[in-house]
C-alpha cells in the first residue's frame, strides 16, 4: 500500500500534524481539531494509502517556513500543494488562495468569487474541510457581520493569525505615521511601547504622541509586559 509521510510540529498557534504524499504537502493541519479523523480519512482513502510517521524534504521544508510564517518573516509559501477534495471543494480551496495576506473576505464574498452566490453554506463546509490551513488561508475568511465565524484550529488561533498579518503588513514608520490619528482600526493588530516612559499603549491613543527613536512595536500586551512595559492608563490596552 502506497505511504503517506506525516510528522508532527509545535507551534504558537497549538500542535500540527504535516503530511507529504511524493514530492508534494497534502497536509498542514490542527492536530486535535475536532474533524482530525474525517480529514484524514479522507485523505487516506482517495490516495489509497496510510499514514507512516517519517519526516522528508517537503515537511523539512513545511516546517521552516510555518515558523518563518508565524514570526513575521514571511508573507507566502512555496510549497508545492496536493489537494484532495471533492471538485467544489477544490475550487473554494482555489479561490481561497487569492486571498490576500492581512485582507479578509465574507462566505458570502467568497461565494460570490467562485460565481455561486447561493453556495454560502456549502462555501463554509469546504472552508471547514480544508486539510492545508496557512497556506491554503481559510483564516481570512468571516462572517457577513464581521466575527470571525468558524475555524478547525479554535478562535484563538484565527484570531493570533488575523493579528500576525496585520502586525507584519505594515513596516515601522507605517506604524508611527498612524500613531495620534486616533483611529481604532489597528488597535487589535500592534502596540505601541515608548521607551522613555515604559509605558505601551494602543495605536489610537489620545496621549501625546511620542518621538519616533522612543518608540518600539509589539504585537502582544504579554511581549510588552515581559520587556518591562507597563500598560498605559489612558487608552488601558
Known amino acids: 500500500m502506497n505511504s503517506i509521510h506525516i510528522a508532527y510540529h509545535k507551534s504558537i498557534i497549538g500542535e500540527l500534524i504535516l503530511g507529504s504524499y511524493g514530492d508534494k504537502l497534502c497536509i498542514l493541519d490542527f492536530r486535535y481539531r475536532r474533524m482530525r479523523k474525517t480529514v484524514d ?20 521544508k513545511a516546517k521552516t517556513q510555518i515558523d518563518e510564517y508565524l514570526s513575521g518573516n514571511r508573507k507566502v509559501f512555496d510549497i508545492e500543494l496536493l489537494l484532495i477534495g471533492s471538485h ?4 473554494v480551496w482555489n479561490a481561497l488562495m487569492n486571498v490576500e495576506y492581512a485582507t479578509t473576505l465574507s462566505y458570502l464574498e467568497l461565494a460570490k468569487n467562485i460565481n455561486n452566490e447561493k453556495a454560502v453554506r456549502a462555501v463554509a463546509n469546504a472552508n471547514g474541510a480544508n486539510a492545508i490551513a496557512l497556506i491554503v488561508p481559510c483564516h481570512r475568511i468571516i462572517s457577513s457581520d464581521g466575527t470571525l465565524g468558524g475555524y478547525g484550529g479554535g478562535l484563538l488561533a484565527k484570531k493570533r493569525l488575523l493579528k500576525i498579518e496585520r502586525f507584519n503588513i505594515l513596516d515601522d514608520n507605517e506604524k508611527y505615521n498612524f500613531i495620534g490619528n486616533r483611529d481604532t482600526k489597528y488597535d487589535d493588530s500592534f502596540l505601541t511601547a515608548v ?12 496621549a501625546r504622541k511620542p518621538n519616533k527613536e522612543n518608540v518600539i512595536f509589539y504585537s502582544t500586551k504579554r511581549e510588552a509586559v515581559k520587556n518591562g512595559y507597563r500598560a498605559c492608563k489612558v487608552c488601558k490596552p
Open 41 to 60: 480519512n479522507r485523505i487516506k482513502t482517495n490516495l489509497k494509502a496510510e499514514f507512516i510517521e517519517k519526516d522528508d524534504e517537503i515537511l523539512s
Open 195 to 206: 521607551k522613555t516612559t515604559n509605558i505601551f499603549c494602543l495605536p489610537s491613543c489620545s
Open 88 to 91: 467544489f471543494q477544490k475550487t
